[in-house]
């Protein structure tokens, strides 16, 4: 592992890996890093001759300032995990890691001013909640994209909207880089594993596994209802999970949003038959002031 805090540095190291004619590996994260993250960079390793890994906390992409001072980043803990994976990486083709970790000066010496919009894609879920958060994520994948001159990014499917965007953003520039799509990693007991997990109190982090769980009921529900009144159930079940279940007084969910929508154009669908790429739900959940998001795939069901 080869840790990296200057942009100069990182664009010198992969124009030599380029005109060696090797192929690079982007994974871009905001640090805290845990097994979800690992598992994009194993992919990675096993894909490219060589891999970048940023951690970056990107101020522009957070509406919420709260969220972004609260944000956890524990930097050292995190290259060392970096260095022992690698380490114990035995499917692997790099020969190569590098760790960047910008400053917000390095990653942005001039005033930002670019934005970035995407239509329907972003008019959906996150992109209500969030004003202004798929401009910054885009900014910085830009950014990260020319600095590190990536064959192939990877992105957790957690983030599936995100996803979406980053396609988008990549039809807009027209960059030729190969987008890998990893699955969410969850803890045994169903939670998406999420650098926000650590903000949860002891109780809340024992009851976040309702997430999950309440969506994989709303799939079995899929063969024999419609999409609203699935929809409406999630919705309801979260918000009532503290009246039922014994939880610490004040402690509730508070769903944001779950929407099911086409797994490709993002759009909501008012019919199973609607979703022509597949249907996945989405939700956003909020939980002792730490805000979840996680995602199910419907597809299984409906065929
Ligand atoms: P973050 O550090 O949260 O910005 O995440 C960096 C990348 O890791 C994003 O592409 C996320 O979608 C991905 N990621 C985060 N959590 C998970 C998870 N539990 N499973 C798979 N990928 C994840």
Redesign the pocket.
């Known amino acids: 592992m080869i840790h990296i805090d200057k942009a100069l540095e990182l664009q010198q190291a992969v124009e030599k890996v380029r005109n060696e004619g090797k192929t690079i590996g982007l ?6 890093l ?4 690992l ?2 960079i194993g992919r990675a390793l096993q894909q490219n001759d060589t891999v970048v890994v940023s951690i970056f906390v990107n101020p522009i992409q957070f509406n919420n300032k709260e969220d972004l001072e609260k944000y956890p980043r524990t930097i050292e803990a995190d290259l060392q995990l970096i260095e022992q994976y690698e380490r114990d990486c035995v499917d692997r083709k790099a020969q190569a890691l590098y760790v960047f970790t910008p400053t917000v000066a390095e990653m942005y010496p001039q005033p930002v001013t670019d934005t970035y919009h995407f239509g329907a894609i972003e008019e959906v879920m996150e992109g209500p909640q969030r004003p202004g958060h798929f401009s910054g994520v885009a900014v910085v994948v830009r950014r990260l994209f020319d600095l590190a001159q990536p064959h192939r990014a ?6 599936y909207q ?1 996803i979406a965007v980053i396609r988008e953003l990549l039809r807009q520039i027209k960059y030729d880089i190969d987008i890998v799509e ?5 803890a045994d007991d169903g939670l ?4 926000r997990n650590a903000r949860l109190s002891a109780a809340a982090r024992q009851a976040a596994p309702a997430i999950y769980d309440t969506l994989q009921q709303a799939v079995e529900m899929a063969e024999y209802e419609e999409v609203d009144d699935v929809k409406q159930w999630v919705m309801e079940t979260l918000a009532a999970y503290h009246q039922m279940n014994p939880l610490p007084d004040g402690l509730c969910f508070e769903p944001e949003y779950f929407e099911i929508v086409d797994a490709l154009t993002l759009q909501p669908i008012g019919q199973w038959a609607d979703a022509s790429n597949g249907a996945v739900g989405c939700i956003a959940v909020w939980l002792d002031g730490v805000r979840l998001i996680d995602m199910v795939r419907f597809d299984e069901t409906l065929k």
Do not use: N, W
């Not at 845990?34 to 993250?37: A, L, S, W």
């Not at 990877?154 to 983030?159: A, E, I, L, M, V």
């Open positions: 994974v871009p994260t905001m640090g805290a845990h097994e979800g993250h598992s994009l990877y992105f957790g499917q957690k983030d995100q990893c699955p969410i990693v969850r998406a594993l999420s650098s």
